[in-house]
């Protein structure tokens, strides 16, 4: 426990140094916005591609690991599906809540792997957001809806022009066509995927909400305890019934038990989802998830 905790502590602190950084008059509001979108749309994109062109995509393990992605999905869409006929939960709510269960950080989710399993762990890891990324999308986007003005554009164009789904695309691209990263490209790449995950982390600091806790405790603790202790424990379950072992196994958990993503806030104040719930979900996860990783991370390893 203490090494996985000595491992954790730079992460989260990174995040609360960005938090700190963003409400002092250092940086104005221009410089957050513009490294949030160097971030996601260049650096992180860089990391992916580096990745995804020279894994072993011929590892047995990732068909299975597929499938216990999607399994993983289904059952907690379901879930939410079943509570929502019985609660009778609001379409702007019912978005929210779901994102926050189903929805991931993956600067943070990344770092753990990059840390704890360095690059093998982080090309299975790009892996895993090539399926998350997209489905976790498209739910998202429907849940908040509600078929309601649903269209396919409407479903399609935020998954289609997402630079995370179209850089894991090119990564598995040249990976297959043997194209690979030639003349060096390679160490270009691997220099932008560099500053992308402590970017990546401040970043996640700076669009914490911390003032949203109180907007509605019980909901938001409910939800966290789904998100960070629930899933996880399915997560495991899952894992078992698939078969899945060693690094596959380990991701397969991490990237269920980690906060959910703060671009969640963003869709769901796109689509009329209630945005100030989605914002102290996203606080309270990442605030909690320093006390419950260690605890899942130890328990796997």
């Given amino acids: 426990m203490f090494a996985i905790l000595m491992t954790l502590w730079p992460l989260f602190a990174l995040i609360l140094l960005g938090c700190v950084l963003k409400r002092r008059p250092v940086f104005d509001a221009g410089f957050w916005n513009g490294a949030e979108k160097l971030n996601y749309y260049i650096l992180f994109p860089a990391l992916l ?19 216990s992605l999607v399994i993983m999905l289904g059952l907690a869409t379901i879930g939410f599906v079943i509570a929502k006929r019985f609660r009778s939960i609001p379409v702007a709510e019912f978005g929210v809540l779901i994102q926050g269960a189903i929805r991931f950080n ?53 998954v289609l022009t997402n630079p995370l789904i179209i850089s894991c695309i090119i990564g598995m691209l040249l990976n297959i066509s043997g194209i690979g990263l030639p003349y060096n490209t390679h160490q270009f790449a691997k220099l ?32 966290s305890v789904i998100r960070l202790c629930l899933m996880p424990l399915l997560a495991i379950a899952v894992a078992a019934v698939t078969g899945l072992n060693d690094l596959e196994y380990h991701l397969f958990v991490i990237f269920f038990a980690i906060p959910t993503a703060p671009t969640a806030y963003i869709l769901s104040r796109q689509l009329g989802g209630d945005s100030q719930l989605m914002a102290g979900i996203i606080t309270f996860q990442t605030m909690v998830a320093v006390l419950t990783l260690p605890v899942i991370i130890t328990m796997i390893t």
């Fill in 49 to 67: 591609i580096s990745s995804l062109a020279t894994a072993p995509l011929d590892n047995p393990q990732l068909p299975k690991l597929a499938l």
């Fill in 106 to 158: 993956t600067y943070l989710g990344l770092s753990i792997v990059n840390d704890f399993y360095g690059p093998p762990g982080v090309a299975v890891a790009a892996v895993i957001l090539a399926v998350l990324v997209p489905l976790c999308n498209i739910i998202s986007v429907i849940s908040l809806s509600e078929f309601q003005q649903l269209s396919l554009r409407r479903l399609l164009v935020p």
């Fill in 192 to 223: 932008l995927a560099g500053a992308s995950l402590p970017l990546g982390l401040l970043c996640v600091g700076a669009a914490l909400q911390v003032a949203t806790i109180r907007y509605s405790a019980l909901k938001i603790g409910f939800n």
